[in-house]
């Protein structure tokens, strides 16, 4: 039998011991707390891993460009700034779920997300916990008519950039009969029925109406269906990766009609997948960045540190300047007179002079078309009139 006194002795052991390593963890939390105390955390959201991956690198790199000039300065309010990633992988629930990790970590303010489909959700718990929220991406009109003041986006809305498809298909392309098709998310449907209602309103006619699956990588059957209908012109609401896809099919089945799509498509990765099919394909999109003295500095800089600029990575990059500038400005983290802050803000970045309207859209959102020449993506420039004689 085990002596009695040995095991007390062993109990009170296990006590001290018990208490020894608790006191540890409490001072080890403490010292931790104390570290974070000279810390601002923002968010950065969007989906950092599968088909749409670059994206939310684009956008990652372009706000830790902006976070590090910012620290090279001595932070905000004493304060260094770090970032929190959330990875949504284009998932309005994982998107929710990025949104109350943020809030359990007492993010500052949120850079995203990506998607409309997931930038919606997202906004309502953001504002719900009094967070502000700058998208650099997300276009569906849907997003700022919630009456959330916190919300924000740098870029245009579906409703400017469908109107502007419109006219360049019937002024430019000349163009009536058009197949619409889209990826059945929030962004690229909402983006082609603004399309589809622009373009009827100037006399077009819709010959051909049809979703597709996110993710599908075979169009076929959709595809050869608009074949029939003999469209003009085939315009498509979505994402590089099935806009490469189909573009490629299109032209497997002899499909000539010209593919015209949005600013979800204009990034390498679209001309890659489609090679040679994506030749004479029209997107539209903001001005190039090459070509605003207002970028050159951000150029420089991104080149050096990240390689070749993304579609988003400017948007994004001003979009964490125009954050932390209010907070500096609001001199507090508190959520409401940060977003006061923004609004009132007219910030000249890289883009330009932004400024945003009551409902935190931006006042200037300039769309032009891009055509892809030569394996590259070209600003559209319509060919000079012959002079008469």
């Given at each position: 039998m085990m002596n009695k006194k040995f095991?007390?002795?062993?109990?009170?052991?296990?006590?001290?011991?018990?208490?020894?390593?608790f006191s540890i963890f409490i001072l080890l939390s403490l010292l931790s707390c104390k570290k974070e105390e000279n810390v601002l955390w923002i968010g950065v959201a969007g989906p950092m891993t599968g088909d749409q991956a670059k994206m939310g690198?684009?956008?990652?790199?372009?706000?830790?460009?902006?976070?590090?000039?910012?620290?090279?300065?001595?932070?905000?309010?004493?304060?260094?700034?770090?970032?929190?990633?959330?990875?949504?992988?284009?998932?309005?629930?994982?998107?929710?779920?990025?949104?109350?990790?943020?809030?359990n970590e007492?993010?500052?303010?949120?850079?995203?997300?990506?998607?409309?489909?997931?930038?919606?959700?997202?906004?309502?718990?953001?504002f719900e916990f009094g967070i502000p929220q700058i998208s650099p991406a997300s276009t569906n009109p849907t997003l700022t008519e919630q009456g959330f003041d916190s919300v924000?986006?740098?870029?245009?809305?579906?409703?400017?950039?469908?109107?502007?498809?419109?006219?360049?298909?019937?002024?430019?392309?000349?163009k009536t009969k058009i197949a619409v098709l889209h990826d059945k998310t929030t962004y690229g449907q909402g983006l082609a029925d603004e399309l589809k209602k622009n373009a009827e309103a100037l006399g077009a006619t819709t010959v051909a109406y049809e979703g597709i699956i996110q993710g599908d990588n075979d169009f076929t059957a959709v595809l050869t269906k608009v074949k029939t209908k003999n469209p003009e012109v085939v315009y498509f609401g979505g994402i590089y990766?099935?806009?490469?896809?189909?573009?490629?099919?299109?032209?497997h089945l002899d499909l000539d009609a010209i593919f015209v799509s949005g600013d979800g498509v204009?990034?390498?990765?679209?001309?890659?997948?489609?090679?040679?099919?994506?030749?004479?394909?029209?997107?539209?999109?903001?001005?190039?960045?090459?070509?605003?003295?207002?970028?050159?500095?951000?150029?420089?800089?991104?080149?050096?540190?990240?390689?070749?600029?993304?579609?988003?990575s400017t948007y994004s990059y001003d979009a964490t300047q125009i954050l932390l500038t209010a907070i500096s400005?609001?001199?507090?983290?508190?959520?409401?007179?940060?977003?006061?802050?923004?609004?009132?803000?007219r910030y000249e970045g890289a883009l330009g002079a932004i400024e945003f309207d009551e409902k935190g859209d931006v006042k200037i959102a300039p769309y032009i078309f891009w055509v892809v020449k030569g394996g590259k993506f070209e600003p559209y420039k319509p060919a000079e009139p012959e002079p008469s004689t």
């Open positions: 095991l007390i002795n062993c109990q009170a052991v296990g006590s001290w011991t018990s208490l020894f390593l690198i684009d956008m990652s790199n372009g706000v830790t460009l902006a976070v590090e000039e910012w620290n090279e300065r001595g932070g905000i309010l004493g304060k260094k700034i770090k970032i929190i990633k959330g990875d949504d992988r284009r998932d309005p629930r994982e998107a929710v779920n990025v949104a109350n990790k943020f809030v007492g993010v500052v303010g949120v850079i995203g997300h990506f998607n409309s489909s997931c930038s919606i959700p997202a906004s309502k718990i953001y924000f986006r740098v870029c245009g809305r579906d409703d400017q950039q469908g109107k502007v498809g419109a006219e360049f298909i019937l002024n430019i392309l000349k990766p099935e806009a490469g896809l189909l573009v490629k099919q299109m032209r204009i990034d390498p990765e679209f001309i890659k997948i489609g090679g040679d099919a994506t030749e004479g394909t029209f997107l539209s999109f903001g001005p190039s960045v090459e070509e605003l003295p207002t970028a050159k500095k951000f150029i420089e800089t991104y080149t050096e540190r990240f390689g070749e600029i993304g579609p988003y400005l609001a001199k507090t983290i508190d959520g409401k007179k940060v977003a006061e802050a923004i609004h009132n803000l």
